[in-house]
């Protein structure tokens, strides 16, 4: 279970949502500039909310109250960002097992079959600017599930691909969210995009949650 | 003999290299990650070599390692030992004035570093170290490397500094600039010459592999 309630000053307006969610999509919809990322940051710990809090299972990793903020490191999140931030300096493989190696697990097996079952096993000596977007979306993705996340977190990971790859990818999305089994989030500001993909949704506009869909 | 500035020059500017490599990526992670009182006033301090001449470094450096200086004093009573006038003194006369540009090299080159790199590391349980080892000091690389060539290069043709502090001692502490001075002083121009020669080479060809090792860099 995530349970996400959390309200941030930013520059021109007030970021406020709160939502729950459990082994299922949640989209969140909204133009750009509207607070989508932020709301992923704020969850991964990558930026800090001014007040609120944050569960994910039994973990509190954010509570303003009782003055809790677990490092990003500790979260446990997979996050896709939106164009994909793969060290450029690794290949396909150290990019991967990064997440592995960070958390001292020596088991690279699981690294192997995600590998496999994402098609991109072949490319494990290439270099991040040797792939296409697609094959590097599914890269992002395989390294973000390396690590056995409770919560995916994904910023418009299909932005920069063309149709055609979006339409293979979207497919895929529909398979492996149900073999993986875990709660995601999805940003996005394409309504289809959303519709296709998502279980529920929260459409926001300057920060403010103005129609959700739960 | 002409071969010993020579050697002199490549020992006093390594050791001066990679003092101040070690030093300003220190420097430049400690000013570019976390702010603290007269952050700026110490900056100033780093970079004021660079704007000064360097005879003043130099008279700087005679006061504080001279055997009569505040550090100097100290470790002639501690170990009967006296810097100045020795290639060690050269060494720290070469890395107090390339210090300036090995620190403002790293210091862009771990500015430019894209965070979300650093982000994403962190989201796969990366600590603070391992970001940095892992990440961020590779992604900085080309920087860095930038910045030791040219602390290299301005270590190898320091010369103001290093004759207030060490002196033209030949055999050492005689570098090359020193050792072109005195031989042009003295009418010898084939010395001055054959001196000259090697230090345009030898800087041309490191710049030439600069240049081409960066731009071999950003096509791949």
């Given at each position: 279970m995530i349970h996400v309630d959390i309200y941030k000053k930013l520059k021109y307006y007030d970021l406020n949502i709160t939502f729950e969610m459990n082994n299922e999509v949640l989209v969140i919809l909204?133009?750009?500039?509207?607070g989508k990322t932020t709301v992923l940051d704020c969850i991964s710990g990558i930026k800090s909310p001014d007040e609120g809090y944050i569960r994910i299972n039994d973990s509190i990793v954010f509570d303003s109250y009782n003055k809790v903020d677990s490092p990003v490191r500790n979260r446990n999140i997979g996050y896709v960002f939106q164009e994909y931030a793969?060290?450029?300096?690794?290949?396909v493989k150290g990019n991967i097992l990064f997440g592995v190696k960070s958390k001292g697990i020596t088991d690279t097996g699981y690294c192997e079959s995600l590998m496999k079952m994402l098609g991109i096993k072949h490319l494990?000596?290439?270099?991040?600017?040797?792939?296409s977007g697609g094959e590097k979306q599914r890269v992002a993705l395989a390294r973000a599930m390396a690590v056995k996340p409770d919560l995916l977190l994904l910023d418009?990971?299909?932005?920069?691909?063309d149709n055609e790859t979006k339409q293979k990818i979207y497919n895929e999305f529909i398979e492996f969210k149900n073999i993986w089994e875990i709660s995601i989030i999805l940003i996005t500001h394409q309504a289809e995009e959303a519709e296709l993909l998502g279980d529920r949704f929260i459409q926001i506009k300057e920060g403010a949650q103005v129609c959700s869909f739960l | 003999m002409i071969l010993d500035p020579i050697l002199i020059s490549i020992k006093v500017a390594l050791t001066a290299t990679i003092f101040t490599l070690i030093i300003g990526i220190l420097l430049a992670r400690l000013f570019t990650k976390y702010n603290f009182r007269g952050k700026d006033l110490l900056e100033v301090f780093i970079i004021l070599p660079m704007a000064i001449p360097p005879s003043i470094t130099g008279y700087a450096l005679l006061v504080l390692?001279?055997?009569?200086?505040?550090i100097g004093k100290a470790i002639y009573e501690a170990?009967?030992?006296?810097?100045?006038?020795?290639w060690v003194a050269a060494s720290l006369a070469a890395a107090v004035v390339s210090l300036p540009l090995m620190y403002q090299s790293c210091k862009s080159a771990l500015l430019n570093v894209d965070h979300t790199y650093e982000n994403a590391a962190r989201t796969l349980g990366a600590d603070e170290k391992r970001v940095f080892w892992k990440v961020t000091l590779p992604l900085a690389l080309p920087g860095i490397i930038s910045g030791i060539a040219l602390s290299f290069s301005r270590a190898l043709g320091e010369f103001g500094a290093t004759l207030m502090v060490a002196g033209n001692i030949p055999g050492k502490t005689g570098t090359i600039p020193l050792a072109i001075y005195f031989a042009v002083e003295s009418g010898d121009t084939a010395t001055a010459n054959i001196l000259v020669i090697v230090v345009l080479s030898f800087s041309f060809t490191l710049i030439y592999g600069l240049n081409r090792w960066l731009k071999n860099g950003q096509n791949t």
């Open positions: 909204g133009p750009s500039g509207s793969l060290f450029p300096h690794m290949t494990e000596a290439r270099y991040p600017s040797q792939i418009e990971p299909f932005s920069s691909l | 390692i001279g055997r009569r200086g505040l170990f009967g030992i006296s810097i100045v006038f020795t």
